[in-house]
């Protein structure tokens, strides 16, 4: 099952007060890197469909999410907890790389 897509500044709000752990993939449809990590952040919403939520976010369309979290470069991966960043892997990674992430952050 792939990531699903938020819509707006509001719905990310959303998640924010209600998710405890959540992965956003901040992603362009320009982005070469970024269609590289779509499908792993598929593959890590399935694997994970039943532990955590996971996101993508296209920031040509919330740009205001961008700039609140500072994020300047993408495709960058933001592990979200307790409504606040945890961590942000920036660039094109390894699967591995997502998993062992959320996984510390799971534990």
């Given amino acids: 099952m792939p990531a699903a897509y938020i819509q707006d500044e509001a719905e990310f709000d959303a998640l924010l007060s209600s998710e405890t752990l959540f992965v956003v993939d901040c992603t362009a449809t320009w982005c070469g890197p970024c269609k590289l990590v779509a499908p792993l952040i598929d593959k890590l919403a399935d694997d994970y469909s039943d532990r955590v939520k996971v996101f993508k976010l296209d920031l040509d369309a919330n740009q205001s999410v961008a700039k609140r979290y500072g994020i ?29 992430t959320l996984d510390k952050h799971l534990a």
């Fill in 72 to 100: 300047r470069s993408i495709p960058a991966v933001v592990f979200f907890a307790q409504g606040d960043v945890a961590e942000t892997l920036v660039g094109a990674k390894k699967y591995d790389e997502y998993s062992t």
